[in-house]
């Protein structure tokens, strides 16, 4: 079965630019001028390089640190209007898949571009399950690890490991062989989180249990004793096969980018998938739901807000959880998994920590610091409860993202694999440096 994305046809907004449209430059230092064309109201920046002072000039950079500004790709695979509040993948909207799908056919859209039929979907999930089991080798080397190791960076090494252990993922020029990583590192995400997770309590390792859906498997590796059978609470699978929904796909993130500069140099999807872990890593991406918990117990109680608040408007604090380079309105992910955080409380009992939570939106929704600057909640300012809620220690919760975000980097990586236009990421720099220094013997320094 191929796993290609369908090739992208996304309409061109028409507002966006039609054929012709230009932008007039006029450089101040030379007089001369220039029509950039426009195109899906962006310019490309190497359309720059032909204003110059003479003919020694390099030419004109464009210059966006944090790319800003600065589109890096064609992408059909997500859509996201930061002002609007508007999440879709391949055009459908987050809110209609999370209630009506599940993370699996969520998967095969994002990869394939296109809902499956009935039978695509029972062959795409039978060949997931087909992969939940890792090499045994990789629990040997998930316990080299030390006692107290966080999973997060667990799993970053033993997704890298997994491309030793598939030494021919390197073909990535071969379709098939694109299909079967893609089947691979989907499947076996959970099972080296699970494996992860039990290391660091000090349990057996549990194998993956074929006859349980996604997120029910993940919960049977996680939580299994001595049952003989592991059943998980339908309510909480469905709320995780949810979050993993949510956290799918983001277009163009810190992770995603991250996959795909590292896949441009044509290296195999584990290794670019484990640049991507180590991306969310950090907590301003996915490490952001951990530090929202230890956030909120630090606070305590609701009586401590106002003083926390007062904290992070005079720049002494962050309030986790909130803002967004995109968002400027409310994160549409946000509101689904507070549903979410109900169907599991209802299971779990409610998390203390939820009335904090809430009171402290309430109350920075309403100040001007968070109004002006358009700072919301976003995904991970309920999220973590969640995991808590499951029992699961806070060092998990980039793990848990991780999982669900793996199908996005995986289609984002054969969408960059495929387009003739991606070549070895590389940007240029603005040299701040010295110049043309004789080499000083040491002996003659101050
Ligand atoms: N608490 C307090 N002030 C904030 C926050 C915050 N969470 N986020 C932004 N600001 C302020 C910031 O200080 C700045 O103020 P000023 O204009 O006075 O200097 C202004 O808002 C603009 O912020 P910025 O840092 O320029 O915005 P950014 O786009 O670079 O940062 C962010 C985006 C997500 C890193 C940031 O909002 C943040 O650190 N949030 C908390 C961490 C977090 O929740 N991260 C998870 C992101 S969602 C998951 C994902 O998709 O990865």
Request: proline share 6%; with cysteine; net charge negative.
């Amino acid at each position: 079965m191929s796993t290609e994305p369908e090739t992208a046809s996304t309409p061109v907004a028409e507002a966006n630019g039609t054929a012709g449209d230009t932008l007039s430059i006029t450089d101040s230092r030379t007089g001369a001028s220039y029509e950039i064309p426009i195109r899906d109201g962006a310019v490309r920046s190497l359309d720059l390089r032909q204003i110059k002072v003479d003919d020694d000039d390099f030419g004109l950079l464009a210059y966006d640190p944090a790319f800003m500004n600065t589109a890096s790709c064609r992408s059909a695979v997500t859509y996201l209007d930061g002002d609007l509040g508007v999440l879709e993948y391949r055009g459908y909207p987050i809110e209609q898949l999370a209630e009506h799908s599940s993370y699996l056919e969520v998967a095969f859209l994002l990869v394939h571009g296109e809902l499956p039929r009935t039978d695509e979907l029972d062959a795409w999930v039978y060949d997931i399950k087909m992969h939940t089991f890792v090499h045994e080798n990789l629990k040997s080397f998930i316990q080299g690890f030390r006692h107290d190791a966080h999973p997060m960076g667990m799993l970053l090494g033993a997704v890298g490991a997994l491309s030793t252990f598939y030494p021919d993922a390197n073909q990535i020029h071969d379709p098939d062989n694109r299909a079967i990583q893609t089947i691979r590192l989907i499947a076996k995400m959970p099972t080296l989180a699970a494996f992860s997770y039990r290391h660091n309590m000090g349990q057996p390792y549990v194998y993956p249990d074929n006859d349980l859906e996604y997120a029910g498997n993940l919960l049977g590796m996680l939580y299994k004793m001595t049952e003989l059978k592991y059943q998980p609470d339908p309510r909480i699978a469905k709320a995780l096969d949810v979050l993993f929904i949510l956290h799918a796909d983001h277009e163009q993130n810190c992770s995603t980018t991250a996959v795909r500069a590292i896949g441009s140099s044509q290296v195999d999807p584990y290794s670019a998938v484990a640049g991507g872990i180590a991306a969310l890593y950090g907590p301003s991406h996915g490490g952001a739901n951990e530090e929202v918990v230890r956030m909120l117990m630090r606070i305590g109680s609701n009586e401590n807000i106002p003083d926390f608040i007062d904290g992070v408007k005079a720049g002494r604090e962050r309030l986790m959880g909130f803002g967004h380079r995109v968002y400027k309105n409310y994160d549409p992910r946000a509101r689904i998994i507070k549903k979410a955080c109900d169907d599991v409380f209802e299971v779990t009992g409610i998390n203390p920590l939820l009335a904090i939570a809430t009171e402290l939106e309430k109350i920075a929704l309403g100040d001007d610091y968070f109004v002006s600057r358009r700072l919301y909640p976003n995904v991970d300012f309920y999220s973590g409860l969640i995991y808590q809620a499951l029992g699961l220690p806070m060092a998990m919760f980039p793990v848990m993202f991780a999982i669900g975000r793996t199908s996005g980097w995986i289609a984002q990586w054969l969408e960059m694999v495929q387009d003739p236009e991606q070549k070895i990421a590389r940007p240029r720099q603005i040299y701040t440096g010295e110049r043309g220094r004789d080499y000083v013997p040491i002996s003659q320094r101050d």
